[in-house]
């Protein structure tokens, strides 16, 4: 591993050390002036994202808002939408929109229907422990005569 100054970066669980590759360009609208990335465990470079966001900041602020938007894109990307004449990125961008629209409806659907379906599993269970209360009520009933007519009876 080259030198750098590692750090460890938790990815769904797992953690990964990393060391310190150095730094990338500035972000143009950006308050943070250096990008870092890493040295993952197979040697691939790791982008991860300096933006001056703190815990207690809000999206409600634009300025937070753009920070985050001017770190999303991994260097590569950035650079290759840089590069885009005015056109081709317009185009682009006219379909990307376009896309995310379709997306969202189609998530809303399919948000919809996974309610459903936990309402639907829901009730089913309300039923299920009401049915298995009914029949715990019966089967209680039945040990009571089963018992007095053993007591009659001996």
């Given at each position: ?23 990338t360009?500035?972000i143009?609208?950006?308050?943070v ?8 465990p ?11 966001v703190?815990?207690g ?9 753009a920070?985050?938007?001017?770190h999303f894109?991994p260097?590569?990307?950035r ?6 004449e ?6 682009r ?5 376009c896309n995310?629209?379709?997306l ?5 659907t ?20 009401a049915s ?14 089963e018992l ?7």
């Open positions: 591993m080259s030198k750098g100054k590692e750090k460890e970066l938790v990815v769904s669980g797992k953690k990964n050390k990393l060391v310190k590759k150095g730094s360009p500035t143009q609208g950006s308050s002036k250096i990008v870092e990335s890493f040295e993952g197979e040697g691939e470079e790791v982008y991860v994202p300096n933006w001056g703190k815990v900041d809000s999206f409600k602020d634009p300025a937070v808002y920070e985050v938007l001017a894109a260097p590569g990307v650079s290759a939408i840089s590069e885009m005015a056109d081709h990125f317009i185009s961008l006219m379909l990307s929109s995310l629209q379709a969202l409806a189609e998530g809303v399919h948000f919809t229907k996974g309610m459903q379906e936990y309402e639907d599993a829901s009730k089913k269970k309300d039923k299920m422990k298995m209360a009914a029949t715990k009520k019966e089967i209680d009933g039945f040990s009571e005569k007095s007519l053993g007591k009659k009876g001996g």
